[in-house]
C-alpha cells in the first residue's frame, strides 16, 4: 500500500454532458483504456475519480473525455473566502436555468397538443396543423439537448438513453408529418381519439404529434426533478464545506487584527468571542467557555472548554471569551478531513452498482434491437405499419436505463451526506454491504465503553475531615504526572478550588508519593506503602476491598502514624454505554468487550452496562488474533474502538468503526468514523447503514422491474408511446424520491440527548 502511495496520484474531475448511466459507463471505460490509468465515474456526483501514474498530465484525460463528447474540468483552485460566495454557484444555476426554460416551454407547448389530441370534442377543423405548430418547437429546441447528445453518441459510435429519446421523437414526428402531407391526416374534419394501446388501422390518418411532444415533455419534467434533488441531496456535502469560519482576529503584538481564514498560519494565536465560530483547529491557551459542536458531531450539548483543551474549527463559542492557538489549518483540519471522507465515499461505487453499471452500458444497443425486431414482428405477422411503429416506438421510450442509473449513486449520495450531519462519516460504499452481514460487534472498553479518564468517584476518612484529607492528598498528588494522581488533584481542585504549596515531594515510582504540606508530612499512595510505614487501613479495610471487587483503584493517605482516609479512583462508564448496548442488541448483534484490564475489572463494567461476553487481560498486539478467532468461528465482526493499539484489529474486522475522540491512526483504520464520543453513534451508523443499503435494494428492484415488466408491454403493442415516456420519467423521480427518504433517517442518540 504505501509504495502504491509513492508513485500513484489521485485527481477528481468535473465531467459534464453525462444525461445516464450509460454516459458514465462509457466515459469510465475510455479512461480505463488509458495506460496506468484507473477510474471510476460516478453518474450521481458527476464527478471521476482518476487514479494516475506521479507526472502524468491530466489533461490528457480531459482531451479523451471531450474526444468521447463530454466535457471535464480540472479541481478549482481553493475559494478565496473574501470573493463573492455565490460565484462559485454560477455554472450550476446557468445548466438548471437552461434546463428550467426548456421544462417550462415544453409544458406551455405540449400540455395543450396532448389535451386536443386526445379529446375529440375539442378539435376544430383543422385542428392538426395547429397541433404541427405547437409541437415542432418542442421536438426542435426543447427536444435538442436528446439529439444533440444523440448524434454526439452515434458520432463515437455509441448509444445511450438520448439515443432512445431522439430515436422515438423523431420517429413520431416524422410520422406525423408523413400523414399530414401525404396521407389522409391533414384533410378537414379530420378527427382522432385517445388510445391506451396502438390502433390496428392503417397509419395514414394517425399523427403522433401528441406522443413526440408528450414524450419530451414528461422526460425533461424528470430529468429537471432529478436534477434539482441530486443538488439537494448534496447539500450536506455544500453545508459542511460552508460551515467554517470566514475570517479570524489573530493577536498580532497583543492586538487583534482581522485577516481572511485563507491568511491563518499553524501558530497563530486568535481570538474567539461569545457565539463566534472557531476559526480552525486549535489548543486554547487563555480562557474557558462552553463550546457548541452539534453542527459538526450532531452533539447538542455544549462542551466546557479550558487552558489546555483541544478545540474543532467551525464549532461555536457559546460562553466566554477564548484565546486559542491554531494547530491546524486549510485542508489539515478535522472539518477538511471529514469533507474529503464523505466525497470520497460518494465517489465510490459498491459491487452492486458496478452490476448496475455493466446492464446500463449494454442495455440501450438490446433495447434498440429488440425495437426493430418488434417492428419487423409486428409487419411479419400482417398487422398494419400503424400497429407495427407505435409498438416500436413505445419500446424505444419506455426502456430508458435511467432509474437503474440512479438506484445507487443517489441513495448513497443522501445517506453518507445525512451521515455527516450525524456525525457519523461512512468511508466508502462498499462499507454499506458489510453492515448487513455482521452479527458480532467488539467493543474496546478504556475510551469506547468507558471515558477513559479517571476521576475521583468516593472519599472516605478516619480520624480527620473530607476538606482536609483533599487538601492534603490533592496538593501532593498535584505535583505527579500520574493519571491517578491526576483524577485525586483534580477533583481536590473542583471541591477546594486552590491546593497548597508543598515541599519535599519525593516519587516513589509504582507505590505512591511523599512530602510536606503546612508543615505535615503525608503519604499518599498504595495501602501497601502505607501499611510497611506503620500506617495500616484498618477500619477502612472495607472500602478498599468492596472497590477492589468492583474493578476500581484505592490510594490511601496518612499523616502522624495513621492513615487518614481512602480515595476511590475509577475509570467512569460513560453515562450513555448502557443504552448503546442495548441499541446495539436490537440490531441483533451479540455484544463482547475486549480488554487488558484484569477479569474482574472488565466483568464488572460488562456488567453494568449489560455486555454479555468478556475477553479480558488481552495485551494490545493480540487484539488482532481475537477478531481473527471470531472470524474462523465464522462470525462477521465489527470492532469499535479508539486508540494507536486498535488501529490493526479495527482493520483485521470486518467492520471497523472508530470513535472521534480517539486517534488519528484509529479514525485512518477504521472504516466509519464517529465524531462524538458517545458509543451510541456506532448503533446509529450501523442503522444507518443498513438503510441506506436497503434503500439502494429497493431502488434496483424498482429500477429491473419496470424494464422487465414493462419492455414486453411494449412489444406486445399494450402501451400507447406517450404513457411510456410518463412512465419512464416517473421511474427515476421515484427512484431519487426514495432516496430522498433517507434524510428524514433520524439518529436516537441525538433525538434523546435534545430531548
Not at 494516475?52 to 481553493?78: K, N
Not at 492513615?563 to 442488541?585: C, H, M, W
Request: charged residues 20%; aromatic residues 4%; proline residues 4%.
Amino acid at each position: 500500500m504505501m509504495s502504491k502511495s509513492l508513485s500513484i496520484d489521485s485527481i477528481e474531475l468535473q465531467v459534464g454532458g453525462m444525461t445516464c448511466a450509460s454516459c458514465a459507463n462509457r466515459v469510465e471505460r475510455k479512461l480505463n483504456k488509458l495506460e496506468g490509468v484507473t477510474a471510476s465515474v460516478n453518474y450521481a456526483t458527476e464527478k471521476a475519480s482518476v487514479e494516475i501514474p506521479q507526472g502524468y498530465d491530466p489533461a490528457q484525460l480531459i482531451a479523451e473525455i471531450e474526444a468521447a463528447g463530454y466535457s471535464a474540468t480540472l479541481p478549482e483552485p481553493p475559494r478565496d473566502e473574501t470573493s463573492d460566495s455565490g460565484s462559485d454557484e454560477e455554472p450550476m444555476d446557468a445548466e438548471m436555468l437552461g434546463l428550467r426554460q426548456r421544462v417550462i416551454g415544453a409544458v406551455i407547448l405540449s400540455v395543450p397538443v396532448i389535451l386536443i389530441s386526445m379529446i375529440p370534442a375539442l378539435q376544430f377543423p383543422n385542428w392538426q396543423w395547429l397541433m404541427l405548430t405547437l409541437t415542432a418547437p418542442v421536438v426542435v429546441w426543447c427536444g435538442y439537448p436528446f439529439h444533440k447528445a444523440a448524434w454526439t453518441n452515434i458520432k463515437h459510435g455509441a448509444t445511450t438513453m438520448d439515443t432512445l429519446i431522439s430515436l422515438g421523437t423523431i420517429a413520431a414526428f416524422a410520422w406525423s408529418l408523413y400523414a399530414l402531407f401525404f396521407g389522409t391526416a391533414g384533410e378537414k374534419g379530420m378527427t382522432h381519439g385517445f388510445e391506451l394501446t396502438p390502433s390496428q388501422a392503417s397509419g395514414e390518418g394517425n399523427i403522433y404529434l401528441e406522443v413526440a411532444a408528450g414524450v419530451i415533455m414528461f422526460v425533461l419534467l424528470g430529468r429537471y426533478f432529478e436534477k434539482k434533488s441530486k443538488r439537494e441531496a448534496g447539500s450536506a456535502m455544500r453545508a459542511l464545506m460552508d460551515m467554517g469560519a470566514k475570517d479570524v482576529s489573530v493577536l498580532k503584538n497583543g492586538t487583534e487584527v482581522r485577516i481572511p481564514i485563507s491568511q491563518l498560519a499553524v501558530g497563530d494565536e486568535f481570538v474567539v468571542r461569545p457565539g463566534e465560530k472557531i476559526a480552525t483547529d486549535g489548543e486554547v491557551i487563555s480562557g474557558a467557555s462552553a463550546v457548541d459542536a452539534s453542527m459538526l458531531t450532531g452533539e447538542s450539548v455544549p462542551v466546557e472548554v479550558g487552558v489546555g483543551d483541544l478545540v474543532t474549527g467551525a464549532t461555536v463559542n457559546a460562553g466566554g471569551r477564548l484565546v486559542v492557538r491554531a494547530t491546524r489549518v486549510g485542508s489539515d483540519t478535522q472539518l477538511a478531513q471529514m469533507a474529503k471522507l464523505v466525497e470520497d465515499a460518494q465517489s465510490g461505487k459498491a459491487d452492486v452498482q458496478r452490476l448496475a453499471d455493466r446492464i446500463s452500458g449494454i442495455f440501450v444497443p438490446i433495447v434498440i434491437a429488440i425495437s426493430l425486431i418488434t417492428l419487423i414482428g409486428w409487419l411479419a405477422t400482417g398487422h398494419s405499419a400503424n400497429m407495427a411503429f407505435t409498438a416500436a416506438v413505445a419500446v424505444l421510450i419506455i426502456a430508458c436505463p435511467c432509474a437503474l442509473g440512479l438506484a445507487t449513486p443517489m441513495a448513497l449520495l443522501v445517506g453518507t451526506g445525512r451521515g455527516a450531519q450525524l456525525g457519523i462519516l461512512i468511508k466508502g460504499p462498499e462499507v454499506l454491504e458489510q453492515t448487513k452481514a455482521v452479527d458480532t460487534i467488539v467493543l474496546d472498553k478504556t475510551g469506547t465503553v468507558t471515558t477513559g479518564i479517571m476521576t475521583l468517584e468516593q472519599v472516605r476518612v478516619s480520624g480527620t475531615d473530607e476538606e482536609t484529607l483533599l487538601r492534603y492528598a490533592g496538593s501532593l498528588e498535584d505535583a505527579s504526572e500520574h493519571p491517578i494522581a491526576k483524577a485525586i488533584a483534580d477533583g481536590a481542585k473542583a471541591k477546594l478550588g486552590t491546593l497548597a504549596p508543598v515541599e519535599n515531594f519525593q516519587n516513589r515510582e509504582g507505590h505512591g508519593v511523599s512530602g510536606t504540606v503546612d508543615g505535615t508530612t503525608v503519604l499518599v499512595g498504595k495501602p501497601t506503602m502505607l501499611a510497611e510505614s506503620g500506617m495500616p487501613l484498618g477500619g477502612l479495610e472495607s472500602v478498599f476491598h468492596e472497590a477492589q471487587n468492583e474493578g476500581k483503584t484505592v490510594v490511601a493517605a496518612g499523616w502522624d502514624g495513621q492513615v487518614r482516609g481512602v480515595l476511590v479512583v475509577a475509570d467512569q462508564v460513560k453515562p450513555t454505554s448502557q443504552e448503546a448496548i442495548q441499541q446495539l442488541k436490537d440490531l441483533g448483534l451479540d455484544t463482547i468487550l475486549l480488554t487488558g484490564d484484569n477479569d474482574k475489572v472488565a466483568r464488572h463494567i460488562a456488567a453494568g452496562v449489560g455486555i454479555d461476553n468478556v475477553i479480558s487481560e488481552v495485551l494490545p498486539e493480540d487484539k488482532v488474533a481475537v477478531v481473527q478467532d471470531l472470524q474462523k468461528q465464522g462470525k462477521v465482526v465489527a470492532m469499535v474502538g479508539d486508540g494507536v493499539n486498535d488501529a490493526p484489529a479495527l482493520v483485521q474486522a470486518d467492520l471497523g468503526l472508530a470513535m472521534g475522540t480517539g486517534t488519528d491512526v484509529a479514525l485512518e483504520a477504521a472504516d466509519i468514523a464517529l465524531i462524538r464520543g458517545d458509543l451510541r453513534s456506532a448503533a446509529d451508523s450501523i442503522r444507518l447503514s443498513r438503510k441506506t443499503l436497503s434503500t439502494i435494494k429497493g431502488n434496483l428492484f424498482w429500477a429491473f422491474a419496470y424494464n422487465t415488466l414493462a419492455i414486453p408491454f411494449a412489444a406486445l403493442g399494450m402501451l400507447n408511446p406517450m404513457l411510456a415516456g410518463a412512465a419512464m420519467a416517473f421511474s427515476s423521480v421515484f427512484v431519487v424520491s426514495n432516496s430522498l427518504r433517507l434524510r428524514g433517517f433520524k439518529a436516537h442518540a441525538r433525538q434523546e440527548v435534545a430531548a
